[in-house]
């Protein structure tokens, strides 16, 4: 929505002013805020946005780590903030996906906002009770939250109030939101809110494949500022060379202890890094070997927000080597200086290498400077393919969830909540206004209040959705659409402080007494609701936990199969060498030649993009398809649905991004079964596979 903004003097004019200039034309105080947190002048990115923030435009601000996209948003916020006389209740709000990024950002502002007498304030599910209650008494006219928090604003007597004169709500790091159901989920939020206050929206966000598809989260008519400057990454792929010597002193095998010595020495080399991994497992398994080597600390969101505070501030203040983090410190959370990215394993996504890599050289001109330390023939191959989409600019497409009908019936009990008692109709139009349900037609939104109906969730009769008893619960046990698992708290008795928090399912088939977190090992005390524990120096189990896959998308798995193929033609002109040369990776990467050179001696067809092949031993089949996880996990769910109903009894598969293992199986059902799918039949099929899975658990309302 478009409004029309108040500016500070009239008759000045931002346009086509030098960005110093135009610095000297803010309200005075606010530059004397700004100049007492070091900033003298707006950067070009700041002064566009700057123009069409106040011009009363909802902008989607596109640009790279460091550009000061933040401040971009906020100081136009603060220059209408100081034209208003005595602002009431909240005037903006600030969104971001996790609760560290709200403490990070309170952190900050919190100076400028004090040296203007605006109040600014943080809002979360750790929030205190007496936090919660003063901001309710006097709401801060700034407001920093998550998705989730700011669904329940709205049922507040006192905060529903506030939220009445919001003028500005901007959405922090909105590319990690809009391809997962809580992006859907605030998209209905904001046209709730839509309903009560009048009010620009501002998305900030990395660098996108799809720019215009993005600014429809931010508004209809939402214009586009990508900042373009020239960001340099430098980013090599290598594969270590193994160590025995290492790895007879750290009890490891010699290809992990060569490649902790690269990371170490890379680490030793350059000074400040982030060593990024896929999943908190492999952040625990190196965290342990890697102590013994550098100083270093893990990062994780299973962690304390204790326990992650610590290692931030001992890592900005310079007392560690590098940080070993997941995509908890993919985002924008300042933690200082780093001069390296070390990425363990493929990152499996473009986009993900380059926010990784662009947290190193932090700021516009200056290289980011990154390792991709791969460790297997697939691995080498996927991280090549990944590096050159990265360089080039070929970022994955964000994959919108349309007419998600759990998080319509979540907002369906949401409004009923907001409002005791609504009309369908005007309910609908709500909903259909947020860009994700914009084909949703009344007779789907129909069929959903019946359903909640009858389940006894909402009141719904003659055209109108009211509140039960039981509304309220149950908006709040499903408000979160991250998948539910049940956690316990760990705690160290030697000192009393919580380290952080472990799946049940972990635990139930945890059958040892030690195991790996932050870095270090801890021995089991006892455990009820809560683990108690206490530090030890052995050896010990490291933890899993749940939903941390990260899917190898269709283009890249069909790109290494392109990759496969073309080195193995090579291979056969002109030699090994010249292969080798082609991959352009580092360190010992002979595997890829000598895995390419032993099917084409054995005569075997090289799978690639367009070549699939099955391979059958001891009743198991492989079919090796370059295809990536997603389209794989299909295929062979409907492979093990139909082995199933012709064998008569279950057929177990696994997937990989560039293979499907089935047991038992023989390779001629296998080809049969493959020759016979018809393409028409195949959205059929993959709904009934998907039923026979615990994926449903996640999904069914």
Known sequence: MQVEAERETEGKSFN????????????????????????????????????KILSGKDVLIIAPTGSGKTEAAIIPIFEAMLKMEKPEGIVAIYITPLRALNRDMLRRIRGIAEFLGIRVDVRHGDTPDSQRARQSRKPPHLLITTPETFQILFLGKNLRKALKNVRYVVVDEIHELIDSERGVQLSVALERLREMARFQTIGLSATVSRPKLVSRFVGADAEVLEWKAEKEYEIEVVKPEVDEKLAAKLGVDAEIAGELKFIADAVKEHGSALIFVNTRQTAEALGIKLKKLIDVEVHHGSLSRETRVEAEERFAKGELDALICTSSMELGIDIGHVNLVVQYNSPRQAVRLVQRVGRSGHGLGRVSKGYVVASSFDDILESAVIVRRAKEGLLEDAEIHFKSFDVLANQICALALEYGRIDAEKAHRIVKRAFPYRNLTFEEFDEVCNFLARIGKIFYDEGEIGAR?????YFYE??????????????????????????????????????????????????????????VSAEGEIPSWVGEE?????EVAQEVGMLRNWLAGLIKAKGEKAALKALGA?????????TLREQIEKGFSVPSDSHITIE?????????????????????????LLLTARRGSSVAVEIDPYRIKLSPAKPEEVESILKS????????????????????QWKVV
């Open 550 to 554: 990260i899917p190898v998308p269709f």
């Open 677 to 696: 799918i018809q393409p028409e039949a195949v959205e059929s099929l993959a709904e009934r596979a998907v039923f026979d899975t615990r994926l449903m």
């Open 16 to 51: 086509h002013l030098p960005a110093n200039i135009a610095f000297t034309m803010l309200n005075q105080r606010l530059r004397e805020a700004l100049s007492a947190a070091g900033i003298e002048e707006l950067t070009e990115l700041q002064l566009e946005a700057f123009r």
């Open 586 to 594: 580092k360190g010992d990467v002979s595997v890829v030649v000598k």
């Open 469 to 473: 008893r039981n509304t309220r619960r």
């Open 616 to 640: 059958g031993s001891e009743n198991v089949v492989v079919v090796n398809a370059c295809f990536g996880h997603k389209v794989n996990e299909t295929l062979g769910r409907i492979l093990a």
């Open 478 to 535: 499903n408000i979160s659409m991250i998948p539910d698992e049940k956690h316990y708290r760990v705690v160290d008795v030697s000192s009393g402080k919580t380290i952080g928090s472990l799946d049940e399912s972990f635990l139930s088939t945890f059958s040892g007494e030690i195991f790996a977190m932050k870095g270090e090992l801890w021995r089991v005390l006892s455990v009820d609701e809560v683990v108690r524990v206490e530090p």
